[in-house]
C-alpha cells in the first residue's frame, strides 16, 4: 500500500498497566458486543436451522404433514429432548394427515471432495428400503459434485435403495455398496455419478454407516412409533 | 492524510475505496475471500456486504480508542475488535438465512484475517477521527463489494448462464463450469485488472506520466 506512513512517533515506554487497561477496556467492550449479538440472534438461528431440516425432510418424505424428533438408543426410543442421549441416534418420523407413520428421516454424513456431506435419507420400514434423499449441506464443486442433487440417473438408486436387516434384526443384510458408473447389479448398491465418484462415494458412506447404526435400533421398535406415540 | 494538508472531506475519503483506491483492482488486497466466494452474483454481494460491516464497525471503534491503545498492543486490540464484528456478522448472516450462511461457509469467519481489514484499521483509521474512519471504511468496504461483484457476475454469467439466479441464456445454453471453479476466479479478475491497466495506460498516455507513475506504484 502507498499509505504506509510513518508510525505514530515514539513515547516513552508505556506502562504495563495502560497496556492492561488498554486491552481490558477493549476485550470488555468486544464481550459485551459478542454477548449482545449472541442472544439477539439465538431464536433466529434456532428458528431457521427448525426450518431447514423440516423442510428437508418434507422433502424426502412426500404426503408427510407433522415430524417429530426421536433419539434411538439400545434403550428403546425417546422423543428428542434438550438433553441428548449418549450413544443415541437422532431420526425423524413423519406421519401423515391421519397420524399414520409416513417414513422415518435421519441423517448421514461423510467426506466428500471438498468438505462434509451431510445428507437426509427417507427410510420405509414396511419395505426396509430407502426412497429418497436430500442433501442438508455440502461444498462440493458446483457443476460436478452438486450432480448428486440433479442428476436423475443418480437419484434413481434411491427410490428403493436395499437396507434389509438380518433375521436377528442386528445388522443390515447387505452393506450399501458404490459401485462404478454403470456396473450396478442388486438393490443395495449405488450407481457412482461418472466424474463425481468422490461425491458419490461419499453419499453411500453416509447413508451406509448411518443405516447400520440406526436401522438394528429402531426397527425392532418401530411398531411404537406407528402409534405416533413412543415410550 | 500527509501532514501540512488539509483534512480529505468525507466525500473524498468515501469515494477514496469506492473507485481510486478500490481494494480489489488497484491495492489488489483481500485475495483470499475475492477467489473462494465469487462463484456468483448473490454470494459477491453477500460476501462484500459482510466484509464492509466489519470493516466500518471496527475501523470506526479502534479510531475511537485510538488515543487509549498503547502502540505495544495496538494489533491485539484491533484483531480482539475484528474478530467481535466478524462473530456478529457471523450470527447475523445466520439467522438471515442459513442457505447463505452455507454458501459463504469458512469465509464468514475468514474475514478476520482478511488484509484489507487489518490494514485499514492500522493505515487509516489509527490515526483518523472516528467520522473520517466510517466514511473511509465504508467507501472500501462497497469498493470491495463492487469489485467483488464485478468478478462474481461475470463468473455466474459465463459459468452458469445466470445472473442473481435468473437464467440469461435459455435451456440450450452450454454453461462454462470452468468459470465457477476456482481457475475461473483466477481468469475473470486477471481480465479486470487487464483491462484496467490498459484503460490506465491509456488515460497516462493523454495526460500527465504521474498518472501512470501513482498507478503502477498502486497496482
Known amino acids: ?76 426410543i425417546q422423543p428428542a429432548g434438550p438433553s441428548e442421549a449418549e450413544n443415541g441416534v437422532k431420526f425423524y418420523a413423519a406421519y401423515d394427515q391421519g397420524g399414520a407413520l ?11 471432495y471438498a468438505d462434509e456431506v451431510r445428507v437426509l435419507y427417507a427410510y420405509d420400514p414396511k419395505r426396509q428400503v430407502i426412497t429418497g434423499i436430500g442433501v442438508v449441506s455440502m461444498h462440493e464443486t458446483p457443476g460436478i459434485g452438486d450432480k448428486i442433487l440433479t442428476d436423475p440417473d443418480f437419484q434413481k438408486n434411491f427410490e428403493a435403495l436395499d437396507v434389509h436387516l438380518t433375521d436377528d434384526m442386528k445388522t443390515v443384510a447387505n452393506a450399501i455398496k458404490v459401485v462404478k458408473h454403470g456396473t450396478k447389479q442388486h438393490p443395495w448398491e449405488i450407481d457412482a455419478i461418472s466424474g463425481s465418484t468422490v461425491t458419490s462415494k461419499a453419499v453411500g458412506k453416509g447413508i451406509r454407516d448411518s443405516t447400520e447404526k440406526l436401522l438394528p435400533l429402531l426397527l425392532p421398535k418401530i411398531d411404537k412409533l406407528s402409534e405416533g406415540k413412543p415410550t | ?25 488497484v491495492m489488489v488486497l483481500g485475495m483470499c475471500p475475492t477467489m473462494a466466494v ?28 485510538r488515543h487509549f491503545v ?62 473520517a474512519a466510517l466514511y473511509n471504511a465504508t467507501g472500501m468496504g462497497l469498493g470491495f463489494t463492487l469489485g467483488l461483484f464485478m468478478i462474481g457476475g461475470v463468473r455466474e454469467i459465463l459459468g452458469a448462464g445466470k445472473l442473481f439466479g435468473l437464467s440469461l441464456f435459455g435451456p440450450h445454453y452450454q454453461p462454462w463450469v470452468v468459470m465457477v471453479l476456482p481457475p475461473g476466479g483466477f481468469f475473470v479478475m486477471a481480465g479486470w485488472l487487464m483491462l484496467f491497466a490498459v ?16 498507478g503502477a506504484q498502486n497496482a
Open chain 1, 1 to 76: 500500500m502507498s499509505e504506509q506512513e510513518l508510525a505514530p512517533p515514539l513515547s516513552t515506554a508505556t506502562s504495563s498497566k495502560a497496556m492492561i487497561g488498554a486491552l481490558g477496556l477493549a476485550a470488555t467492550i468486544c464481550g459485551l458486543i459478542i454477548v449482545t449479538a449472541y442472544e439477539g440472534t439465538l431464536d433466529a438461528v434456532a428458528r431457521n436451522k427448525k426450518i431447514a431440516t423440516e423442510r428437508a425432510v418434507f422433502k424426502v418424505i412426500p404426503g408427510a404433514k407433522t415430524i417429530r424428533e426421536f433419539v434411538a438408543t439400545t434403550g428403546g
Open chain 1, 102 to 112: 409416513k417414513g422415518v428421516a435421519a441423517e448421514g454424513s461423510a467426506k466428500g
Open chain 2, 1 to 25: 492524510m500527509i501532514p501540512g494538508k488539509n483534512p480529505p472531506s468525507n466525500w473524498s475519503e468515501f469515494i477514496e475505496g469506492l473507485w481510486q483506491r478500490n481494494p480489489i483492482f
Open chain 2, 38 to 65: 465469487t462463484t456468483s452474483a448473490l454470494n459477491s454481494i453477500s460476501m462484500g456486504l459482510a466484509t464492509t460491516f466489519v470493516l466500518a464497525a471496527s475501523c470506526w471503534m479502534v479510531s475511537l480508542l
Open chain 2, 70 to 131: 498503547p502502540k505495544e498492543v495496538r494489533i491485539a486490540t484491533y484483531i480482539v475488535i475484528i474478530a467481535t464484528f466478524v462473530t456478529v456478522v457471523d450470527y447475523a448472516i445466520q439467522a438471515i438465512s442459513l442457505s447463505l450462511y452455507d454458501a459463504l461457509g469458512a469465509y464468514i469467519k475468514l474475514i478476520v484475517a482478511n488484509c484489507l481489514v487489518l490494514g485499514r484499521a492500522e493505515a487509516h483509521a489509527a490515526r483518523n477521527k472516528p467520522m
Open chain 2, 199 to 214: 484503460v490506465r495506460a491509456r488515460k497516462a498516455r493523454g495526460n500527465t506520466p504521474a498518472t501512470l507513475a501513482e
